[in-house]
């Protein structure tokens, strides 16, 4: 919708007459793709459109049609361009209060170049396009600049999805990390279970020859009166020293099982950190997602996947079809294993030795055939990318990540 030509700005004689601030219909059109495109988010104008009756629009160009209805009516002074107008001036009404103390073309520049400076565009900007004391040369030289920002932008997005693909990758990795700690984790608590056990069946054992100390005591006392008082007493030193070493049997074992509940925290703290950053990648991930450009979606794309193989492992049979058209009209060939369902383990080695490169849903395929699959492309030297989802909008992200590398 940008016009990349110099729109036919207003004489500077007639830009001094106006007596206020312009309305959106007084601005040139060719101004109003970018004043609408950054000051006015996707959600925001979705609901103006549905406040101006716009057309339902569908599919992954719904946004970019939808700005380019409103961008067309917006030079009119009724319906479209007055909504778009008032809503302008309610969200950015304490900017404007702020622009409205200028009084001459270089105090309104002063305003812009101190809010460019700290990153705040949007505002300024709606004010400065608006404000009338705002020179024919500080009109250009603020279209230009906030027109290059969308430039920078967009490169922002395409670095924004390298970093997306650079995510999804170590995401995996410490998934499978995850799930390698988990079994040790498991097999330490199943071996400290055992010596805990062990350790309490000592500790009864001791404590049982304690009790049976003490009774032996009380009949040493109640044989002090008659028989041979010397051997009882060697009796008594016998026992106690036995008492004492089965005591420190006990206190060992104390310590020992205080030792164990000391590593299995250690490992439950290990384990909450790894969970705590996979759960931090995922929220980047998604952000990133999110905030990629919407334009981009819209985007014919010129990948061509030069005629190389792409195998696809597990996910749905019936997505199949989907998946080898969209991979044949990139020009390439597509074969399909469903992950050990009905395909066997020998279909699987023929498909991945004839693939170029091995894509699989990580969250629809068996544990065997991702290991089966990392071990084969390893070996034979081959990309294999791992998908976040089974649908077909991560099998279209990763197919064009492959034609573009």
């Known amino acids: 919708m940008c016009d990349l030509h110099k ?15 312009r309305k959106l219909w007084e601005l040139d059109v060719h101004w109003h793709c970018s004043v609408i495109g950054t000051c006015i988010s996707h959600d ?38 007055r909504v778009l107008h008032k809503f302008l001036e309610r969200k950015y009404a304490r900017t404007i209060k702020t622009f409205a103390k200028a009084k001459t073309s270089e105090d309104v520049e002063s305003l812009w170049r101190d809010a460019f400076e700290r990153g705040y565009i949007p505002g300024p900007f709606w004010a400065v396009m608006t404000h009338q004391a705002s020179s024919h040369e500080l009109l250009a030289q603020v279209y230009g600049e906030v027109h290059m920002l969308s430039h920078l932008e967009g490169a922002s997005n395409r670095a924004d999805h390298r970093e997306i693909a650079d995510l999804k990758s170590t995401i995996t990795v410490m998934q499978n990390d995850m799930q390698d700690l988990n079994k040790n984790h498991r097999k330490a608590i199943d071996k400290r279970d055992h010596l805990i056990g062990n350790l309490k069946r000592e500790l009864s054992d001791a404590q049982a020859k ?30 106690t020293a036995r008492v004492l070493q089965e005591t420190d049997r006990a206190d060992l074992s104390q310590a020992r099982m205080l030792e164990m509940e000391l590593k299995y925290k250690e490992t439950s703290a290990a384990l909450s950190f790894k969970d705590a950053r996979i759960l931090e990648l995922e929220q980047e991930l998604l952000s990133l997602e999110k905030n990629a450009c919407m ?21 749905q049979t019936k997505q ?24 066997g383990q020998a279909r699987l080695q023929s498909i991945v030795a004839q693939a ?35 649908g077909l909008g991560a099998f279209t992200r990763g197919v064009d990540d492959l034609a573009r590398n």
């Open 320 to 343: 199949a079809a989907f998946f080898r058209d969209y991979v044949e009209k990139k020009n390439g060939q597509f074969l399909h294993h469903d992950g050990g369902l009905h395909d």
């Open 7 to 21: 729109p036919d700005l207003m004489l500077e004689t007639k830009l001094k007459m106006i007596p206020k601030r």
């Open 295 to 315: 334009k981009e979606q819209g985007c014919p794309g010129g990948e061509d996947l030069c005629g190389r193989c792409i195998a696809y492992i597990g996910g």
């Open 210 to 239: 304690a009790s049976r100390s003490d009774e032996l005591e009380a009949m040493l006392l109640a044989e002090q009166e008659g028989h041979s008082v010397a051997r009882l007493e060697k009796r008594i030193d016998c026992l």
């Open 44 to 81: 925001e104008l979705r609901k103006l459109g549905q406040k101006c009756k716009a057309p339902a629009y569908d599919g992954r160009s719904a946004d970019y049609k939808l700005h380019g209805f409103m961008v067309g009516n917006a030079r009119y002074s009724q319906g479209v361009g």
């Open 356 to 390: 170029d490169a091995v894509m699989f849903p990580v969250t629809c395929v068996s544990h065997e055939a991702t290991r089966e699959i990392k071990r084969i492309c390893a070996q034979q030297s081959k990309p294999f990318v791992p998908l976040r989802s089974q």
